[in-house]
């Protein structure tokens, strides 16, 4: 870069040394390149460029063109309008060595970012600039993201058609090892898409293995290959048949193969144990899955807000001592312009870049959630609402595990907690918390390392309940409720200690439910037993909702009705008819009938 800030120009590759001759700047002289630079000229902006996973993950460097955000002369006379004029530059993990190859590389990359065509010379000449905006990182780029990007654009970089125009025994020298790499991997992709399974997929590439790689690749180097496609762009398990899965893996619940690693616990007695803070003292650990559940208009994205700013601070969160991190927070709950209005009431000074939030956050992707988790590195990552950020049905627990595994397993891979915002089901206000009141709670409860459950107190509307039902690695009295109250002029919340649940939960008097007549309905239907629906029809005639008349049939097991099999729901006290015991029939009156002797037996 100090390269670029002076002024020099510079060409990224190195050339054949010719001691009789001038080393011309030309393709025929092209020796080795381990970088790739994309002329961004037109239709992206830096900050576009910034966001892409490709560059968060593996650019080495940016800087800005001389004609950056000017009028750019052109031969015809009119010059181009301003707009950012900038370049990419990756740094390859290994040096190509085949100007045809290296070609092959920066179409494909060129293609990608829709970028200047002329940068496709391998001996093209780049121009310093002084006034340049330059940012370095310390990132490469591996074989495995080369061949990715060389497979998704093969018609456009063309990778196969200096092939065709080659002698066959010229091909084999030709074919580096990035290019062979590219030409595997796109044929898995091929295959894949055919339907083939791992094995057949591999049998293919073994065969072209061996007719045009010199020398060529072991078995095991063409499997992982094809696998890495599979993995890339997710795997149907019926796509791997039990025998023909690598040892030791199987195929996930999200479809994926997953390696087993089976370790012997002996060997573990050895080994030191590491402790590492906790996030939040006695409630979450540094890493692992979290959830914040409540009722609607309890306060739930405030609390969440109130968590962020401790941890970005290292402040105290409602009493407990909180280890200090980077917060994102993604977030389609609330508007820009009320999260700006909380922030300025809570009141907080906030260390730049500590606080990353993305407002509108779209449908959640495994892509662009883990490029910023890899890019910010956040100690404590928020995802409020977790209904609305995701295409799950709320009732489909197995579309929720795959997206909160997915969650998970980032978590574990960034070390870092993962808090998801979500609420509880309607009708659930005269209910004591739980984890069932939750939407979605049976996958939840299953994944979550801790569930905080929170809602308005019955007793004072400014005060709310918090109580955490599920707490792994905690003791126990870390999970009993507690009351906290809200200033409603900072939106802070405080913890005013443990409480006994019942006090703040309003017990529904016998008045409230005398609303729904449990009994009545069942004498209304000449019935001494009835189902949920049969109980709901003749409810919903007389005007009750939905909601209503499952709370009064909660409320009345053991007190008015008792639940049988079945889902059925029996009237206690009612008469009913005895039924004879099993094996034994009814007794007769009268004389039993007999056949005579001669009387014929019906067949």
Not at 191 to 211: F, I, P
Not at 412 to 421: F, G, N, W
Request: with cysteine; aromatic share 8%.
């Amino acid at each position: 870069m100090e390269h670029v800030k002076a002024g020099h120009s510079f060409c990224n590759w190195l050339r054949v040394d010719k001691p009789d001759e001038v080393g011309h700047r030309c393709a025929a002289n092209f020796k080795e390149a381990n970088s790739v630079l994309i002329d961004i000229d037109s239709g992206t902006t830096l900050a576009d460029a910034k966001n892409d996973p490709l560059v968060s993950q593996y650019c080495a460097a940016v800087y800005t063109s001389t004609n950056h955000r000017k009028p750019k002369p052109q031969k015809s006379g009119d010059p181009l309008p301003p707009c950012d004029r900038f370049r990419l530059v990756f740094v390859l993990e290994n040096s190509v060595t085949d100007a045809l190859e290296y070609k092959a590389i920066v179409e494909a990359f060129i293609r990608r970012f829709g970028s200047d065509e002329a940068c496709k010379d391998v001996s093209r000449l780049f121009y310093g600039n002084k006034e340049a905006d330059c940012a370095a990182w310390d990132k490469l780029t591996p074989l495995n993201v080369v061949g990715e990007v060389l497979a998704r654009y093969p018609q456009e970089a063309k990778i196969f058609s200096a092939q065709k125009q080659t002698p066959a025994d010229q091909m084999h020298t030709d074919a580096g090892p990035g290019l062979r790499y590219a030409t595997i991997f796109s044929m898995a992709g091929k295959s894949r898409k055919l339907g083939m399974d791992v094995e057949q997929a591999t049998a293919a590439a073994l065969v072209w293995n061996a007719e045009h790689a010199i020398p060529p690749h072991d078995e095991d180097y063409v499997r992982s290959i094809v696998e890495t496609n599979y993995k890339a762009y997710g795997l149907k398990p019926e796509q791997f048949k039990p025998e023909q899965l690598p040892s030791g893996s199987v195929i996930g619940a999200d479809g994926k193969l997953k390696t087993l690693v089976y370790e012997d616990v002996a060997s573990l007695q050895t080994e030191p144990i590491i402790y590492t803070p906790n996030l939040v003292t006695g409630w979450m650990k540094t890493v692992g899955m979290n959830l914040l559940s409540g009722t609607e208009g309890s306060g739930k994205s405030m609390l969440a807000m109130n968590l962020s700013l401790c941890v970005c601070l290292g402040e105290e969160f409602l009493g407990r001592t909180v280890r200090q991190g980077k917060v994102l927070y993604l977030d389609n709950e609330v508007d820009k312009e009320e999260f700006k209005e909380r922030l300025h009431r809570m009141n907080k000074q906030i260390p730049p870049d500590t606080f990353h939030i993305l407002f509108d956050a779209p449908v959640m992707e495994a892509r662009y959630v883990e490029a910023k988790i890899q890019e910010f590195m956040p100690s404590l990552v928020i995802v409020d609402s977790f209904y609305l950020a995701t295409n799950a049905k709320e009732k489909d627990n197995d579309a929720l595990k795959v997206v909160l595994g997915l969650l998970k397993g980032l978590a574990h891979k960034y070390q870092c907690v993962i808090l998801v915002v979500t609420h509880f089901h309607k009708g659930t206000r005269y209910d004591k918390l739980h984890m069932d009141m939750t939407v979605g709670g049976g996958a939840q409860n299953r994944i979550v390392n801790g569930a905080f459950l929170m809602r308005r107190s019955d007793k004072d509307e400014s005060q709310r309940i918090i109580k955490a039902d599920k707490l792994r690695g905690f003791d126990d009295d870390e999970r009993k409720p507690r009351l906290l109250s809200f200033d409603k002029n900072t939106f802070w919340f405080k913890d005013e200690g443990e409480v006994d649940e019942d006090e703040h939960t309003a017990h529904i008097g016998e008045e409230k439910m005398d609303k729904v007549d449990i009994a009545g309905i069942f004498k209304k239907a000449g019935k001494v037993d009835m189902t949920r629906d049969d109980i709901l029809k003749i409810a919903l005639e007389l005007r009750y909702s939905e909601s209503t008349v499952d709370r009064a049939i909660r409320r009345a097991i053991g007190k008015v009705i008792s639940k049988e099999k079945w889902g059925s729901y029996q009237l206690l006290g009612a008469d009913l008819p005895q039924l004879p015991p099993m094996g034994k029939m009814p007794e007769m009156s009268g004389e039993p009938d007999t056949l005579d002797a001669d009387t014929p037996i019906p067949e």
